[in-house]
């Protein structure tokens, strides 16, 4: 007893535990910017509630805006050039010398014009080619000049030259008394140099210092002040005013996320989701909650449409449509339940939401495919099934937002159908659900129902080689399929389980065929040669014959719970009631007698218990009719009843009832009395 409570204290430590690293990847994995829960397009019509402003805020200028104002702000900047005043006296020095040298110290004859006009020229400053260009380029019309003096002089471009422009001024611009040939002799080409450097440090600072003069704001918006109602069109004016909004509401949530507010938020809301989905498991689906294997499995599956969401949505906000969130119902529809599977989509929709851009038409769209999924899919058998879902989900996909669309709009031709792309990819990756299901059934040791089809099939290795060891044990476990799969049908439990643990649940008596009447042609019995006690042994063994047997052959641990429960914790009462009768003094090892069990734990394991039992009492009957059989199905059932056979199993007095009526009629219907054909009296042919 204490290491049954020190396993159940170990299982619900680990619960919580998972419990909590689910809130907590979530957390972790949201985006840390807040998103506007509002969109909004020039020109379009505003689709939510009236939005009037909650906090002062300023106006903030557009890219264009500011753009235009930094444009106009920088036509009265001008870059800052240093003029070297000693560059002039350098380059005379070398062009005198230069002369001299070539001409043996020949005196130029205009040496006063060319030092004039080298002052002259070098004073209005000398730039390069290159400076030139790209101020020109900049659409400069001047420049700031700082002398030696640190004097700071504004000349226009049209005023400075560059050296070709210096040295055209001293040609073309010469006295007429002075001889041009003469004077291009003197090569002064070669003495013409920049003398104005550009100053990079000086011209940021003063450029920076005039961008930071740029208003950014175009006015203010004041609390409580209306900013746009529902169907208004949104005007540039109040897209400016909305974005500004938006760019408040953004500083102010990294405020409030500094402070943790947002953080206890987030976990107080995404706690409660999962906390929903736990409680829900505990009271309506007890045989999932309880199994730690089932939480772990659904809890990866949440995580992982959870966290691809909010990749997605970190990277684009408007692919969000682009996850095929229907996997997540479609998978668990087929392990489980409907109610589950639409459950855990809805809770999945809801934590998603807090990031989405528009989350109602987000959590309207979804929902409709989850149902969608959820209801196309009542069983997956084949593959075709899947592909039709997938179209299924995606014609209401394209429906609801259409109609979503124009309820919004008015207008069929402002409709934006780049989503319905993403809707169409999100589908599509709906038919991965194949493989995945096969995945997820080998590491969780789930079962589907295209598992379920496959081992029902009689052509089967396994099947065919029973039919031929054992064709009577074959031939019954065919008639208990037939009689639980309709009862499992009209109580709502799962009849293509039944059906296949109804099929593999006798394939023990493969390994002693003939101790088994069914199997018996001959009228030998090799039962009646051995002492009671070892003859229920021999039939006891073919159960955990079978277990062996189906553990051999890799059939699902589910299918597996059939073999070990359909006879529970039943007596062999033949053997043991004829050892009774013969030994009175000696009181009977019950154990020795009894099948090793477990009882029935499940709607499907008690429904093949009883099935099983009434097939085969049903062929010791001496006379078949409908009060003879009614009889025999009351009595197996309420002994096996009596016996707190069907304690374990959630299974209802109604329940109970409902198969014994199909079970009865079903045997009726096998049984059922036939025409005699009449001879012919006559020998006479006609």
């Known amino acids: 007893m204490s290491n049954f409570f020190e396993k159940e204290s170990r299982q619900t430590i680990i619960k919580i535990a998972l419990f909590i690293s689910v809130v907590t990847i979530i957390i972790l994995f949201f985006p840390k910017d807040k998103k506007f829960k509002y969109r909004y397009e020039i020109g379009k019509p505003w689709t939510y509630e009236l939005v009037t402003a909650s906090f002062d805020f300023p106006i903030y200028k557009t890219e264009e805006q500011l753009e235009i104002d930094k444009q106009e702000l920088l036509k009265n900047y001008t870059p800052i050039f240093e003029q070297d005043s000693k560059t002039v006296t350098l380059q005379l020095k070398k062009w005198e010398e230069n002369w001299e040298k070539s001409r043996n110290g020949v005196f130029p004859l205009y040496k006063e014009y060319v030092e004039r006009k080298f002052h002259e020229i070098y004073k209005r400053g000398i730039i390069s080619s290159a400076n030139l260009?790209?101020?020109?380029?900049?659409?400069?019309?001047?420049?700031s000049?700082?002398?030696?003096?640190?004097?700071?002089?504004?000349?226009?471009?049209?005023?400075?030259?560059?050296?070709?422009?210096?040295?055209?001024?001293?040609?073309?611009?010469?006295?007429?008394?002075?001889?041009?040939?003469?004077?291009?002799?003197?090569?002064?080409?070669?003495?013409?140099?920049?003398?104005l450097q550009y100053d990079s440090i000086t011209s940021k600072i003063v450029k920076d210092d005039l961008i930071k003069n740029l208003s950014l704001t175009s006015g203010m918006v004041q609390i409580g002040?209306?900013?746009?109602?529902?169907?208004?069109?949104?005007?540039?004016e109040t897209y400016a005013i909305l974005n500004s909004m938006k760019i408040e509401s953004q500083q102010q949530f990294s405020l409030f996320k500094e402070s943790g507010?947002?953080?206890?938020?987030?976990?107080?809301?995404?706690?409660?989701?999962?906390?929903?989905?736990?409680?829900?498991?505990?009271?309506?689906?007890?045989?999932?909650?309880?199994?730690?294997?089932n939480l772990v499995f659904i809890a990866i599956l949440i995580l992982f449409i959870v966290i691809l969401a909010t990749i997605v949505v970190k990277q684009n906000s408007l692919a969000i449509n682009i996850i095929p969130y229907a996997l997540v119902p479609i998978i668990i529809r087929v392990f489980f339940d409907s109610r589950t599977a639409l459950f855990v989509h809805l809770i999945i929709v809801l934590i998603i939401s807090l990031i989405a851009d528009n989350s109602y038409n987000f959590i309207i769209l979804q929902i409709v495919a989850g149902m969608t999924a959820v209801s196309g899919l009542k069983d997956l058998t084949s593959r075709s099934q899947l592909t039709q879902t997938a179209l299924y989900i995606l014609i209401s996909y394209v429906l609801t937002y259409l109609a979503l669309e124009l309820y919004t709009e008015g207008d069929i031709m402002k409709l934006n159908f780049h989503p319905l792309l993403h809707f169409g990819i999100s589908s599509a990756?709906?038919?991965?659900?194949?493989?995945?299901?096969?995945?997820?059934?080998?590491?969780?040791?789930?079962?589907?129902?295209?598992?379920?089809?496959?081992?029902?099939?009689?052509?089967?290795?396994?099947?065919?080689?029973?039919?031929?060891?054992?064709?009577?044990?074959?031939?019954?476990?065919?008639?208990?399929?037939?009689?639980?799969?309709?009862?499992?049908?009209?109580?709502?439990?799962?009849?293509?389980?039944?059906?296949?643990?109804?099929?593999?649940?006798?394939?023990?008596?493969?390994n002693d065929p003939l101790y088994f009447i069914e199997n018996q042609s001959?009228?030998?019995?090799?039962?009646?040669?051995?002492?009671?006690?070892?003859?229920?042994?021999?039939?006891?063994?073919?159960?955990?014959?079978?277990?062996?047997?189906?553990?051999?052959?890799?059939?699902?641990?589910?299918?597996?719970?059939?073999?070990?429960?359909?006879?529970?914790?039943?007596v062999t009462k033949y053997f043991y009631n004829s050892f009774a009768n013969e030994n009175p003094t000696i009181a009977p090892?019950?154990?020795?007698?009894?099948?090793?069990?477990?009882?029935?734990?499940?709607?499907?394991?008690?429904?093949?218990?009883?099935?099983?039992?009434?097939?085969?009492?049903?062929?010791?009957?001496?006379?078949?009719?409908?009060?003879?059989?009614?009889?025999?199905?009351?009595?197996?059932?309420?002994?096996?009843?009596?016996?707190?056979?069907?304690?374990?199993?959630?299974?209802?007095?109604?329940?109970v009832e409902t198969v014994k009526k199909v079970v009865t009629e079903k045997v009726k219907n096998i049984y059922h009395g036939r025409i005699t054909y009449p001879e012919i009296q006559n020998n006479e042919k006609i």
């Not at 001889?179 to 920049?194: A, I, M, Q, R, V």
């Open 145 to 195: 000049i700082v002398n030696n003096e640190r004097k700071i002089e504004q000349v226009l471009l049209e005023d400075i030259f560059t050296p070709k422009t210096a040295y055209e001024e001293l040609i073309l611009n010469k006295p007429l008394h002075i001889d041009g040939k003469e004077l291009n002799s003197y090569n002064l080409n070669l003495f013409f140099t920049e003398n």
């Open 133 to 143: 260009e790209r101020l020109q380029k900049e659409n400069l019309k001047g420049i």
């Open 225 to 236: 002040e209306r900013i746009i109602d529902r169907g208004e069109i949104v005007t540039p």
């Open 522 to 570: 001959d009228g030998n019995n090799p039962l009646l040669n051995l002492g009671h006690v070892e003859a229920a042994q021999k039939i006891i063994k073919h159960v955990t014959d079978g277990i062996g047997m189906a553990k051999k052959h890799h059939l699902p641990e589910q299918i597996i719970g059939f073999i070990a429960t359909h006879h529970g914790r039943s």
């Open 429 to 510: 990756l709906l038919l991965f659900a194949y493989v995945l299901i096969y995945i997820l059934e080998k590491i969780f040791g789930l079962i589907s129902s295209v598992t379920l089809v496959e081992l029902t099939n009689v052509n089967s290795d396994l099947m065919i080689k029973f039919a031929e060891i054992a064709p009577g044990t074959f031939q019954h476990s065919l008639q208990v399929s037939n009689l639980a799969t309709e009862a499992a049908k009209k109580i709502g439990a799962n009849s293509l389980l039944v059906r296949t643990g109804a099929l593999y649940h006798d394939i023990g008596k493969m």
């Open 261 to 293: 507010y947002v953080l206890l938020s987030e976990i107080i809301i995404v706690f409660g989701f999962i906390l929903l989905l736990v409680l829900y498991l505990y009271l309506f689906r007890p045989t999932i909650f309880d199994s730690l294997k």
């Open 589 to 655: 090892d019950v154990e020795k007698f009894m099948y090793p069990g477990p009882i029935p734990y499940s709607k499907e394991t008690a429904i093949l218990m009883m099935a099983d039992a009434v097939e085969a009492r049903s062929r010791t009957l001496t006379v078949y009719t409908e009060e003879s059989i009614a009889n025999m199905v009351e009595v197996m059932i309420d002994s096996q009843i009596s016996d707190g056979q069907f304690k374990d199993a959630p299974i209802s007095f109604k329940d």
